[in-house]
């Protein structure tokens, strides 16, 4: 017997799929916003957009607990978040905020705490979202991420083999080389901005080759992501234009619906699938017919491009940020250029790109001396776990030969973890390496700019000077 159809969303989706074969899926998220429109102009909206005013971030220990906290997206732009998490890991390690812009949730901020979530997916639910609060209303799509097992498994089965050694091995050369030639462009004479010359291009590169996206949009892609993240109603962030949102989303269907189209007629002309994203999901079974399922289509390929963007690139500059706040470090990496890959997972502790991921309790569960209800929500703050004393020696210092870098936690673990990870070691790792060929130093020369968010803890703005090799 078919299960009903308990939420709005759930009879949305359903109705997109049903009329997915005859109405195109750009055409379905246009009508969708007109109808959210309409929805928020005679009921009002489901819930207020919050809004996001950034004023100063009182010290911590000027609040009581129950009033901290840290889903304030500015608690990153204004370097109070040390304190904060400190304060909660050694007074509240599982911390309950009631009062949040986002509504209430659990905070958990001890490293062994944090894994024992992640690694609980029978107590603790990735389902509907990882995200601390909810998508505009109308966009709550569905991506594997955000799917517990066993339907998780067989989406992320999927699309797992682009990241598989073989293929990471063949695509080196191909790395190196957009490294260097977009190293090779930078000037060498003045101070210009490391996010978009050097960390959006470098990714965005590597997103086209992985979608087989067209090369000359790549920029679409880095685009995307930057709004499909920073939702003020998700994350705090900066974009809060529903309609806008829409019209990205539409923008992203019709992009990608052509692109799967025109990869589905090459086929059935007698050509050989690619490797790229696109070519896995048109090539499993549980996936061939994603298309046909709007809300999955579009929420997978933004995980694949989210993914691929934030994460990697925010690394990217914050590994310059580290040099310069430790440089007797870059010193030491100058000496020894063999510890590249170990100062790799010291980056990506050190920065922990993305700062968490939600759970809802399935059950009851006692943890760290208070009960969770069921249904609740659970916010795992890697960004935290990463700096947790009980874990790591001296955690807020960059060490780029600390023993147990490797043991940092912002890839997850358990079912969920990154399945781009190697990927992305191997990008920095490159990157690292060329960076070593060309210059002797990478001077920050202004204070970076973070984006306003609580999830992704990035750059917007990162002015640097280069010296070349003499």
Known sequence: MPTLPRTFDDIQSRLINATSRVVPMQRQIQGLKFLMSAKRKTFGPRRPMPEFVETPIPDVNTLALEDIDVSNPFLYRQGQWRAYFKRLRDEAPVHYQKNSPFGPFWSVTRFEDILFVDKSHDLFSAEPQIILGDPPEGLSVEMFIAMDPPKHDVQRSSVQGVVAPKNLKEMEGL???????????????????????????????????????????????????DRMAGAASATGGEFADENAM????ADMARSFSRLWRDKEARRAAGEEPGFDLISLLQSNKETKDLINRPMEFIGNLTLLIVGGNDTTRNS??????????????????????????NMVSEIIRWQTPLAYMRRIAKQDVELGGQTIKKGDRVVMWYASGNRDERKFDNPDQFIIDRKDARNH?????????????????LQLRILWEEILKRFDNIEVVEEPERVQSNFVRGYSRLMVKLTPNS
């Open 246 to 249: 829409f019209d990205d989303a």
């Open 175 to 225: 790395i190196r080389s957009r490294t260097g030639d977009v190293l090779d462009s930078l000037p060498t004479d003045k101070p210009f901005n490391w996010v978009p010359a050097v960390s959006k291009e470098l990714t965005g590169r590597m997103l086209a080759t992985l979608l087989d996206f067209p090369y000359e949009e790549r920029h679409k892609l880095v685009e995307w992501s």
């Open 316 to 341: 990217m500059s914050g590994g310059l940020v580290a040099m310069n706040e430790f440089p007797r470090e870059f010193e030491k990496l100058k000496a020894k250029p063999e510890l590249i890959p």
């Open 409 to 425: 936690m912002s890839f997850g673990y358990g079912v969920h973890r990154c399945m781009g990870n190697r990927l992305a070691e």
